[in-house]
């Protein structure tokens, strides 16, 4: 059959039948590809299309008019977004007009994510809560100006199932109370660094919403109170408690009688919690599959006689305890459901304990030994050779591993994933080419391992095509020619770090100027880049969302300029110690539209009239930037209060 034949045979599909061809497809890059082939292929996708994340918002308007059945809409991206721009969407126009109405993709849409959107107020949240009828699940958190009017506004959501207001600095009780009479089918709810939230607004909430599975209280001051208060929700499956510095053990002892179906709870970082206080939580949920109690406890003989019975445990995280290695025996005798331990930091950890542990724990998919010093590769060998399904090994500061380790990963565990090296000066060239077996590593770090070099990325190039997060920070032996290979066998890579790679170039640039998904760059202190360089890697990585470039003092305004003109995905860039001019600056912060986050220190060639012209181009989206100390006393109070009534946090160095 002939290809014009067969294109034929697609364009005579029916819209149900494309339909269906369009839903079979997950990865958002085949979405674009498929979108691509013609109009009608597009506009399939657009009638079909469930969610959009929206990443500027000039776009916005034309966007929710071309995809009329979203349910799902994602604006932490925009942070220009606010109760203008919310009444301007939601505008509904009169009849005889030919334009369409805006708001008919409120009717279907469920889920909406305003993470960091610092200009909505409660105006434009309770006209968004009322037009969405079916609206059930918002996430405000990191809105650090959000306080009691804006939980109210949200509160009009009657049908909200999942709210997230991690960081919402305003919010009190009074807030949490009309959240909590207004949204009583509450199911999930997130309050992480809240602190202006007591132990009345949690026993007032435990009370109206009686429905929550989810509740996340870390970081706040609350009491014992609270928790006997929490103790009464009997559908509360997931409780988070990390760092909350006034509940102690007897507080847990509530959590013992009651929570029937808690199913995981978080109480690292506890300062008054100990073993002790551990025991009647796990005595009272024998069906617990996940526990987090790092930092704040040493696993005690009593702890583990109850820990035993914990068959159905799938999770322990115990990072920065003190461990023996009869723990490791009780663990792997009684444990044998689990697919995750992290022992970061752990006191104890030796090759005799690992090798008990993982002969018992066969599952393993996430094993985490960060720090764990005297690991060797007689542990890692016993970790390959049992635990064939590991997808995430961490081995941060491990120093003790070498090659021969490598070899056995590289050997058996093939679906490896997730691998951090840093700083394991064993690591050399040898060794990554073992690892290169792992043709599924989609992560690999390997910051500060001085002893590999180009040959060794060649071996990781050649043969891990999926990576796409790559962490050379400080590996002096890798070159322009290992970048070449890079760039033709890792096309996926999004995020590179090749801070301190005192060898790269500008031709180093020009091949990561190939990778077209790359969004996450870090090139801070390399000397022998120029603008030129830049310049390629603005023109080709068009994805770039975050740039270090701190005290890359070779780059000058040419680098800068192509920034302004071809970057426009940027949301965080660090220019601190470069040898940027007034103009040049000015350009880059108003031009870059996206722009939410700047360092700008020692700067050198930039003036105060500079530093003023550049920050009023910007000052409307902004959100954090930093300067030295000394510009608070020189720069105007016009300019440094528009930022503040922005939102924006200046960080003074």
């Not at 079909?48 to 009329?68: D, N, Y």
Request: proline residues 1%; neutral net charge; hydrophobic residues 40%.
């Amino acid at each position: 059959m002939s290809s014009f034949q067969l294109n034929n045979n697609i364009f005579r599909l029916t819209e149900d039948l494309l339909v269906r061809v369009q839903e079979k497809i997950a990865a958002e890059s085949d979405r674009k590809s498929f979108r691509l082939v013609c109009r009608e292929f597009c506009r399939i996708d657009s009638l079909t299309r469930k969610h959009l994340r929206v990443l500027r918002i000039e776009f916005l308007p034309s966007l929710l008019i071309k995809h009329p059945q979203l349910q799902s809409l994602d604006l932490s991206a925009c942070p220009r977004i606010d109760d203008g721009v919310v009444s301007l969407l939601l505008t509904r126009v009169g009849p005889g007009s030919s334009s369409l109405n805006w708001a008919n993709w409120t009717r279907g849409l469920k889920s909406l994510i305003l993470s960091r959107a610092t200009g909505l107020r409660f105006s434009g949240l309770e006209m968004l809560a009322r037009a969405c009828p079916c609206l059930e699940s918002v996430d405000v958190s990191y809105c650090c100006g959000f306080g009691d009017r804006e939980a109210a506004a949200l509160s009009s959501a009657v049908g909200l199932r999942e709210l997230k207001m991690d960081k919402c600095l305003q919010l009190s009780d009074v807030g949490l109370v009309k959240i909590a009479v207004g949204c009583l089918k509450l199911e999930k709810l997130s309050l992480k660094w809240c602190m202006e939230i007591t132990d009345l607004g949690v026993d007032l909430l435990c009370k109206k919403c009686v429905d929550l599975k989810y509740l996340d209280v870390s970081y706040l001051k609350v009491t014992n109170e609270s928790l006997q208060s929490i103790a009464s929700l009997v559908k509360l499956e997931v409780l988070g408690l990390m760092a909350c510095p006034l509940i102690d053990d007897i507080g847990l002892q509530f959590i013992e009688r009651g929570c029937p179906l808690l199913k995981v709870i978080d109480v690292s970082r506890c300062e008054g919690v100990s073993s002790c206080g551990l025991i009647p939580v796990v005595r009272g949920h024998g069906n617990l599959l996940e526990l987090n109690a790092g930092y704040c406890l040493s696993l005690s003989t009593n702890l583990l006689h109850w820990i035993k019975n914990l068959k159905h445990l799938e999770v322990i995280r115990i990072d920065g305890t003190r461990i023996s290695e009869s723990s490791f025996h009780v663990i792997r005798s009684n444990c044998q459901s689990l697919v995750e331990i992290g022992l970061s930091k752990c006191v104890g950890v030796t090759n005799m304990g690992i090798m008990r542990l993982v002969s018992g724990c066969i599952n393993l998919r996430v094993l985490n030994l960060t720090c764990c010093h005297f690991i060797t590769d007689a542990a890692i060998s016993a970790i390959a050779d049992s635990c064939r399904n590991l997808v995430c090994l961490k081995l941060e500061s491990c120093n003790m591993i070498s090659e021969m380790g490598l070899c056995q990963l590289g050997s058996f565990c093939l679906l490896l994933e997730e691998i951090d090296l840093t700083d394991c000066c064993g690591v050399n060239d040898k060794g990554l080419e073992y690892l290169s077996r792992c043709s599924e590593l989609s992560c690999l770090k390997l910051g500060l391992c001085t002893n590999i070099s180009d040959k060794g990325l060649f071996y990781i190039s050649s043969s891990c095509a999926k990576i796409h997060e790559l962490d050379l920070y400080r590996c002096t032996g890798i070159g322009d020619d290992s970048l070449d290979a890079l760039s033709r066998g890792c096309k996926k890579l999004v995020k590179l770090n090749l801070s301190y790679c005192n060898e790269v170039s500008d031709r180093g640039l020009g091949y990561i100027g190939r990778l077209e998904e790359l969004s996450d760059l870090e090139l801070r202190g390399l000397n022998k880049i120029t603008g030129a360089g830049l310049e390629v890697v603005a023109a080709g990585c068009k994805r770039l969302a975050d740039l270090d470039l701190k005290h890359c003092e070779q780059v000058d305004d040419s680098g800068f300029w192509a920034l302004a003109y071809y970057s426009r995905n940027l949301r965080q860039i660090n220019l601190s110690y470069c040898a940027i001019s007034d103009m040049a600056l000015c350009m880059v912060m108003g031009s870059l539209t996206r722009l939410q986050e700047a360092k700008l220190v020692h700067l050198d060639n930039v003036t105060i009239e500079g530093f003023e012209l550049a920050l009023r181009a910007c000052c409307i989206r902004i959100k954090k930037v930093k300067l030295l100390a000394p510009l608070r006393f020189l720069l105007s109070l016009e300019i440094l209060e528009a930022l503040h009534a922005r939102g924006c946090i200046i960080r003074w160095d």
